[in-house]
């Protein structure tokens, strides 16, 4: 009895160790990949009334990625500010419209960088690039968190990455209520993008 109880743990701790594991720690090779936009989201954090955070996100995005590490690095990143979602439909009716996005004149968000900066292990830690949206255009700098990278069941390629930064909504000339609606917005886009 001791000796199947003894069996019987150390193979749950086993599992343990084995489940909690990545999948893949590896660094994602070099080459050119798409956004695979169905394991892709871009997310939003603001302040309301100063006392909560609200969440929102974009349900839209497409993008390309190069990946070359001692090369012309690229990201180019777009986003349907239509797909605009809060879990509540008169507040997305109202920020798809001219007090927010407008996205009838502004119909699309777009990042595009011009640098990617890599770590010692071949690995990108930031991008920094032009991000065009509501009419302005601003320098963003996003910092970077390889997730993972490997083959796929399906006989392709993936690389995730996780993606922050914050902006001022003020430089976007998106102004709607400054006392009540917070000027920072966090951003963080979980990428996975298939190896072309």
Do not use: C
Not at 19 to 44: L, M, R
Not at 93 to 118: A, C, E, I, T, W
Request: aromatic share 8%.
């Amino acid at each position: 009895m001791k000796n199947t109880f003894v069996k019987t743990t150390l193979g749950a701790a086993v599992l343990t160790i084995a489940f909690a594991t990545p999948v893949s720690a590896e660094v994602a090779a070099a080459g050119s990949y798409k956004i695979d936009p169905a394991h892709t989201n871009v997310q939003f954090s603001v302040s309301h009334l100063g006392i909560s955070n609200l969440i929102g996100r974009f349900n839209t995005v497409a993008g390309d990625i190069s990946l070359e590490p001692n090369g012309n690095s690229k990201v180019e990143v777009t986003i349907q500010t239509n797909s605009v979602d809060t879990n509540h439909q008169k507040r997305d009716v109202h920020l798809r419209g001219p007090d927010f996005f407008n996205v009838k004149q502004y119909p699309v968000m777009k990042f595009v960088s011009d640098k990617v900066s890599y770590n010692s292990k071949g690995e990108p830690v930031s991008v920094s690039g032009m991000l065009s949206l509501h009419g302005k255009t601003q320098n963003v700098t996003l910092t970077v968190k390889p997730v993972g990278a490997g083959k796929d069941p399906w006989g392709g390629y993936r690389a995730g990455y996780d993606a922050t930064t914050t902006i001022k909504r003020s430089e976007f000339n998106i102004n709607y209520m400054p006392g009540g609606i917070g000027d920072d917005i966090s951003i963080t886009l979980n990428i996975e993008a298939i190896k072309q």
